[in-house]
C-alpha cells in the first residue's frame, strides 16, 4: 500500500482545512487508516482513525486535543481518507501523516501502522 497526503497549507486560526490521503491497491477496505501529526520538536502523536471492525465497518477515534473540531471520513470506493479540520488553532500547525493498518489494529498507537504517507504540512497562524 502506497499513501500519498494532499491539502496540507496556511490557514488562520478558527479556519478551516481538508486533507487527503490517496491509497493505492484493491484492499483499501481492509484497512484502518489514521492520521498523526508532528510538531517540530515534538514527538508524532495520533490525532484520529478510521478504525476496520467486521464486516468492513468502521468506527472512528479521535485525540481529545481535537475532538468535535476534526471529523475523519473514508471512500473506499476512491481508495482516500479525509481529515475535516475545523476551527484550527496554532498549536495544530504540524506535519500531518496518513497510515494505514491491516485488520483488528489501527488504534492510537503509531505502531500499529505498517504504511505511512510522506505528511503534508499544516500552518496555522495566529
Known amino acids: 500500500v502506497q499513501l500519498q497526503a494532499s491539502g496540507g497549507g496556511l490557514v488562520q486560526a478558527g479556519g478551516s482545512l481538508r486533507v487527503s490521503c490517496a491509497a493505492s491497491?484493491?484492499?483499501?477496505?481492509?484497512?484502518?487508516m489514521g492520521w498523526f501529526r508532528q510538531a517540530p520538536g515534538k514527538e508524532r502523536e495520533f490525532v484520529a482513525t478510521?478504525?476496520?471492525?467486521?464486516?468492513?465497518?468502521?468506527?472512528?477515534d479521535y485525540a481529545d486535543s481535537v475532538k468535535g473540531r476534526f471529523t475523519i471520513s473514508r471512500d473506499n470506493a476512491e481508495n482516500t481518507v479525509y481529515l475535516q479540520m475545523n476551527s484550527l488553532k496554532p498549536e495544530d500547525t504540524a506535519v500531518y501523516f496518513c497510515?494505514?493498518?491491516?485488520?483488528?489494529?489501527?488504534?492510537?498507537?503509531?505502531?500499529?501502522?505498517?504504511?505511512w504517507g510522506q505528511g503534508t504540512q499544516v500552518t496555522v497562524s495566529s
Open positions: 491497491g484493491r484492499t483499501f477496505r481492509t484497512y484502518s
Open positions: 497510515a494505514a493498518a491491516p485488520q483488528n489494529s489501527g488504534g492510537r498507537y503509531s505502531r500499529e501502522y505498517i504504511y
Open positions: 478510521t478504525k476496520w471492525s467486521v464486516g468492513n465497518t468502521y468506527y472512528a
